[in-house]
């Protein structure tokens, strides 16, 4: 109980005024499904009561929705590319006051040292931030990572104040076959509610996987995926990310028997996407849109991952609940008038009305781009025929297709057809200095005379560079590591190239996110001038292809990894 319960008290039985009251308010009850209509009485960053109140501050919402506060229920605050306070200076604005995060990207290239500043930096903000510790660093074996976290490094993190329990368990084939330290890892967190990510996984493995105590699901692909885990009692959550968009696919899945066992979530969302579209408030407008009743939308995004992760006083407008509120004008609409922390207004028409204070000052210094020095011959492709394995990008998905195609062999080594859409693809090891560069193909980019590279690769964060001429990927690869990390494009056409540098760990950056968002805009500007289609935001589909625990062929630093079969294709 974070509250003198006395003075609540006094103010539900009309003794005194209350600190502030909104008044004329249609409030959510996500405990009977009701609106109600009266006033919402504050005291002490709290709710007293829902009724009719006099308050020494008072705010005539003249009928407008009052919500809880929406929450995220997994998110890897990483991939908005901006630190936990600037971060929360966009999400809280737009409903979003807890997020449930999991820094298992800045673990992979800092360890525990990244877990330990994004707990420090999470502190004293508008936005409660609640820390799922990483359980896969690295992620598998398949990739060098910066970083590695043990059972026993779990242990000692549970331990802190404010940890919530163990993060997506991906290594899945690791639970399955008993693997030792994967089991530790859990045992590590017995009492602990523990994510899951099983994406395909069904019967007799999903079973065993919810024996290992996993309690959540964010990679469902499908309504009958999901179906199958709310019979075993997980919870899921339907993600709306900016890669990886379920909300479509997996709404039919939710019906008045099933919905507390569903929840919203962000997982990777591009800040672009966040200040144009939204965060949980795009995921609760498009479910209603699709046919979801608007109470039961305001349910997923706020009682239900509440009860999932046990946030004592949060996910409802009730007695005794933290004065976390959204008010929006309809459901119909549902954009957000203004937002409320701990009973205080933070927020009003999509802009902050404090600076958010978390601790920057704390983020590591030096750069996180360690590679070996490379050659003009870097990228040149020899192998063992010209039948070549080719990634398929799949859009709107994080999954990847695969197809063989006949390539040109010369001097300069494989050359794909000139007519076709596919690219070279390599990815530079970064953390270690091994000099690991490996170099694939990938079609659906649509880039011409140009290239990309990137920093921000799942789940290692190894560079990652695509383009059709060696030497401006060369050239994208060097600006990468003079900017310190972050995203580089170069047009071949004129030789410029444009950079947003992102120093934290190569990942994020802590300059305001109106910055970071033209600069971001700049970038992808410049990708639709060299050929890249409009919907395929090509630094989040690149920051995919390195990550071999999704389907079906992917890139590491240590080679071309077919992900159905779990090994490296030999081509």
Request: hydrophobic content about 40%; glycine content about 12%.
């Given at each position: ?23 004329n ?15 919402v009485?504050?005291?002490?960053g709290?709710?007293?009561?829902v ?6 501050e ?18 890897h ?36 040292a ?30 060098t ?14 331990g ?21 330290e994967?089991l ?36 469902c ?22 890669a ?12 008045r ?8 979530c ?14 949980i ?25 509440a009860?999932?992760y046990n ?42 009305l ?17 590679m ?8 040149k ?5 010209s ?11 994080i999954?990847t ?15 794909p ?6 690219l ?19 079609s ?47 047009d ?20 305001p996110?109106?910055?970071v968002?033209?600069?971001l ?9 060299l ?41």
């Open positions: 109980m974070g509250y003198k319960i006395e003075r609540l008290m006094d103010v539900a039985l009309k003794k005194r005024k209350a600190e502030r009251v909104l008044k308010c249609r409030v959510v009850n996500v405990f009977s499904g009701e609106i109600e209509e009266g006033d009485a504050l005291q002490d709290y709710i007293a009561g009724g009719r109140f006099d308050g020494i008072e705010e005539d919402l003249g009928g407008k929705i009052v919500c809880p506060g929406f929450i995220d229920s997994h998110v605050i990483e991939s908005a590319m901006v630190t936990p306070p600037v971060f929360a200076s966009v999400v809280v604005a737009r409903g979003t006051t807890s997020v449930i995060a999991d820094p298992h990207e800045i673990a992979n290239v800092l360890g525990a990244g877990i330990e500043y994004m707990i420090r930096s999470s502190r004293d903000l508008p936005l409660t931030v609640h820390i799922m510790i990483p359980s896969c660093v690295p992620a598998t074996s398949f990739e990572s910066g970083a590695k976290i043990s059972s026993r490094d779990i242990k000692d993190l549970l802190r104040e404010g940890i919530l329990g163990l993060g997506e368990m991906m290594n899945y084939p690791g639970v399955l076959a008993g693997d030792p994967v530790a890892k859990i045992s590590a967190a017995a009492g602990r509610i523990i994510d899951g990510h099983g994406a395909g996984l069904s019967g007799d493995g999903l079973n065993a996987y919810r024996l290992a105590g996993i309690a959540t699901d964010h990679e692909i499908n309504a009958e995926e999901a179906k199958e885990r709310i019979r075993l009692g997980m919870y899921v959550a339907i993600r709306e990310g900016t990886a968009r379920n909300l479509e696919s997996l709404l039919p899945a939710v019906n028997d099933n919905w507390w066992y569903f929840m919203f962000t997982d990777d969302r591009h800040l672009e996407d966040i200040m144009t579209g939204g965060h408030d795009h995921c609760i407008r498009k479910a209603v849109s699709l046919g979801l009743d608007p109470v039961t939308a305001v349910r997923m995004a706020t009682i239900n991952p009860r999932c946030l004592k006083g949060q996910g409802a407008t009730a007695p005794g609940y933290r004065g976390d509120l959204v008010v929006v004008d309809s459901f119909d609409d549902f954009n957000v008038e203004s937002v409320y922390v701990m009973g205080q207004k933070v927020a009003e028409k999509g802009r902050m404090l600076s958010p204070a978390g601790d920057d000052r704390s983020a590591p210094g030096g750069s996180s781009i360690n070996a020095p490379l050659g003009v011959d870097a990228f492709v020899r192998a063992k025929s039948r070549v394995p080719v990634i398929k990008i799949i859009p709107g998905s999954a297709g695969s197809e063989y195609v006949e390539m040109d062999v010369g001097e300069d080594g494989l050359k057809p000139p007519e076709s859409d596919i070279k693809i390599a990815v530079v090891e970064r953390h270690r200095g091994t000099g690991n560069v490996s170099i694939a193909f990938i659906g980019l649509g880039l011409k005379n140009g290239a990309i590279a990137s920093s921000v690769a799942h789940d290692s964060h190894n560079i990652i560079v695509v383009g059709d001429d060696d030497s401006l990927m060369l050239k994208a690869v060097k600006a990468l590591k003079e900017c310190g990390g972050g995203y580089c494009i170069v071949g056409s004129n030789g410029e190239t444009l950079c947003l540098p992102l120093p934290v760990g190569g990942l994020m950056t802590g300059r996110a109106d910055e968002r033209m600069r805009e700049t970038l992808l500007k410049k990708a639709r001038e050929g890249v289609p409009e919907g395929l935001d090509p630094f989040i589909t690149l920051s995919f292809m390195a990550l071999p625990v999704i389907p079906s062929l992917k890139i590491t630093d240590k080679g071309l990894f077919d992900v159905n079969s779990f090994k490296f294709v030999d081509w």
